[in-house]
């Protein structure tokens, strides 16, 4: 345990023993989730899985963690990258590259198999999936956002909210733009057809809004923290915590998650009955 000494004088013994059985996976190898990545290594967390679909990108060697210069920009899968990363910190932690997208049995099986979930994800369609899995089979689920909106007086910040014990969630919370994360999982002939009658909405367009590494390491850090506390059993997650770098300020959200929630109150528990492989089988047919 000397490694962990300076965890050990915060969490307690036992509390690092929690770390170190602890099984988490993390959904997003990018900017937030590579952070993510590296901090539950240090932690001592003893299973991390890691689940992403691509490769690395030139343009992501501005805030990956797990990226370095040497990197090539095509053929680094970024799943493969962060399996590195562990291994280099700690070889004792098991690691689980999972090169999938979410909407895949692979990626569905490694968040069944977790006792914890990070969604470091780019849109709302994915968050939505998430929210239900997690739900229905009764995971913690941290979801994480960082948002940058230039201009003269740049807004710049992100939040953190941790779904724990179905006592709220993304989506009773209004966090979620739910006609947004529609439009993420319509199907391409449905997205086709909506363009021809409304034209090309900006929601439509990839993800490619600045991103800078120190509001994605904030943002990870906030999170991380509010696992480690409540795998530790210092206290449970604060259920949402609002980062605004612009102000300089962290707020606690105190608000009571809606009584009416589909997701915490219909779906929570639920397991197989909630047929959430229903996603999987959407895009399987769009794919097909």
Request: hydrophobic fraction near 40%.
């Given at each position: 345990?000397?490694?962990?000494?300076?965890?050990?004088?915060?969490?307690?013994?036992?509390?690092?023993?929690?770390?170190?059985?602890?099984?988490?996976?993390?959904?997003?190898?990018?900017?937030?989730?590579?952070?993510?990545?590296?901090?539950?290594?240090?932690?001592?967390?003893?299973?991390?899985?890691?689940?992403?679909?691509?490769?690395?990108?030139?343009?992501?060697?501005?805030?990956?963690?797990?990226?370095?210069?040497?990197?090539?920009?095509?053929?680094?899968?970024?799943?493969?990258?962060?399996?590195?990363?562990?291994?280099?910190?700690?070889?004792?932690?098991?690691?689980?590259?999972?090169?999938?997208?979410?909407?895949?049995?692979?990626?569905?099986?490694?968040?069944?198999?977790?006792?914890?979930?990070?969604?470091?994800?780019?849109?709302?369609?994915?968050?939505?999936?998430?929210?239900?899995?997690?739900?229905?089979?009764?995971?913690?689920?941290?979801?994480?956002?960082?948002?940058?909106?230039?201009?003269?007086?740049?807004?710049?910040?992100?939040?953190?909210?941790?779904?724990?014990?179905?006592?709220?969630?993304?989506?009773?919370?209004?966090?979620?733009?739910?006609?947004?994360?529609?439009?993420?999982?319509?199907?391409?002939?449905?997205?086709?057809?909506?363009?021809?009658?409304?034209?090309?909405?900006?929601?439509?367009?990839?993800?490619?809004?600045?991103?800078?590494?120190?509001i994605n390491g904030v943002v990870a850090?906030?999170?991380?923290?509010?696992?480690?506390?409540?795998?530790?059993?210092?206290?449970?997650?604060?259920?949402?915590?609002?980062?605004?770098?612009?102000?300089?300020?962290?707020?606690?959200?105190?608000?009571?998650?809606?009584?009416?929630?589909?997701?915490?109150?219909?779906?929570?528990?639920?397991?197989?009955?909630?047929?959430?492989?229903?996603?999987?089988?959407?895009?399987?047919?769009?794919?097909?």
């Amino acid at each position: 345990m000397e490694r962990f000494d300076r965890n050990v004088r915060f969490f307690g013994k036992e509390g690092q023993d929690r770390l170190r059985r602890a099984s988490v996976v993390v959904i997003g190898a990018g900017g937030l989730g590579t952070h993510v990545v590296q901090q539950l290594a240090y932690l001592g967390v003893g299973q991390i899985a890691v689940v992403d679909h691509e490769d690395l990108a030139t343009s992501n060697k501005n805030r990956y963690v797990s990226a370095y210069a040497g990197d090539p920009a095509q053929g680094s899968r970024k799943v493969d990258l962060c399996r590195r990363m562990v291994r280099l910190i700690d070889p004792g932690i098991e690691v689980l590259p999972v090169f999938a997208q979410l909407r895949s049995h692979e990626a569905f099986d490694a968040i069944k198999s977790a006792a914890y979930t990070f969604g470091c994800l780019d849109n709302d369609g994915a968050r939505v999936v998430l929210t239900e899995l997690c739900s229905a089979y009764k995971r913690p689920y941290f979801d994480l956002a960082t948002e940058i909106v230039p201009g003269a007086q740049p807004l710049y910040g992100g939040r953190v909210f941790a779904s724990w014990a179905g006592r709220g969630c993304p989506v009773c919370y209004g966090l979620l733009d739910l006609v947004e994360a529609r439009q993420d999982l319509e199907s391409p002939a449905a997205r086709a057809d909506r363009a021809n009658l409304y034209g090309l909405q900006e929601g439509d367009l990839a993800n490619v809004g600045p991103s800078v590494v120190s509001i994605n390491g904030v943002v990870a850090s906030l999170a991380v923290t509010e696992f480690a506390v409540a795998v530790t059993r210092l206290r449970e997650p604060h259920r949402l915590l609002t980062y605004r770098g612009d102000l300089g300020r962290v707020t606690l959200s105190r608000d009571e998650p809606a009584a009416d929630c589909y997701y915490c109150r219909e779906v929570y528990g639920l397991g197989d009955r909630a047929e959430v492989e229903r996603y999987i089988l959407s895009l399987a047919s769009e794919i097909h």
